[in-house]
């Protein structure tokens, strides 16, 4: 499940709220720039996990909060400051990175809800769930996700995506490891 964070603002930081409580594992780190609609994490609450995701309007770079130190994974409550984000700080790094890279995407991505290894088909002889120029619709397959030998299908939904988007690449490659947060498809709006 994908659940939005909440955002409130202090002194010209964005402050990003947790949306439920649980445990808080897969952060991101201190100087890390965050983009709305990025993963920033998982909470587990009684074995049901929710990768919580940043809106759309939030982005900098992340200059505090909860879980410093990212080796061992964080009880939050409801409400909790997960992060601090710097928008000036990560709007300068976004506008380098957009300088230096003249191929870049076009800002609309499907993340990965979590780490684990990509896979495009859902077998070795079968097609892919979806090509380059493809269409997608809500509910669509996009591929599946490997974690601890367990799939799990991911699908075309979650905060800032429109109802119909085209394929423009497939990031990773069939079987690539990929982090949460990861674009695994760029997109345009249909």
């Given at each position: 499940m994908i659940v939005q964070c909440k955002i409130a603002t202090r002194e010209g930081r964005?402050?990003?709220?947790?949306?439920a409580l649980g445990i808080w594992s897969q952060r991101p780190a201190v100087g890390q720039v965050v983009l709305g609609g990025q993963?920033?994490?998982v909470v587990e609450l009684?074995?049901?996990?929710?990768?919580?995701?940043?809106?759309?309007?939030?982005?900098?770079?992340i200059v505090g909060g909860l879980g410093e130190d990212r080796?061992?994974?964080l009880p939050i409550d409801y409400g909790a400051e997960l992060l601090h984000l710097d928008p000036e700080v990560g709007g300068a790094a976004l506008a380098g990175e957009a300088a230096g890279d003249a191929g870049a995407a076009p800002g609309?991505?499907?993340p990965s809800p979590s780490s684990g290894r990509f896979w495009r088909r859902p077998s070795p002889g079968d097609p892919p769930l979806i090509e380059e120029g493809q269409l997608l619709e809500k509910?669509?397959?996009v591929g599946l996700l490997e974690v601890m030998k367990t799939f799990t299908r991911l699908t075309y939904e979650g905060p800032?995506?429109?109802d119909r988007a085209r394929v423009i690449r497939i990031v990773p490659a069939d079987g690539e490891d990929v982090d949460a947060g990861d674009i695994l498809v760029d997109l345009e709006p249909a």
């Open positions: 964005l402050i990003v709220l947790s949306p993963s920033i994490g009684l074995g049901r996990r929710q990768t919580l995701i940043l809106p759309e309007r939030a982005h900098g770079a080796r061992r994974d609309l991505g499907y509910g669509h397959p800032g995506l429109p």
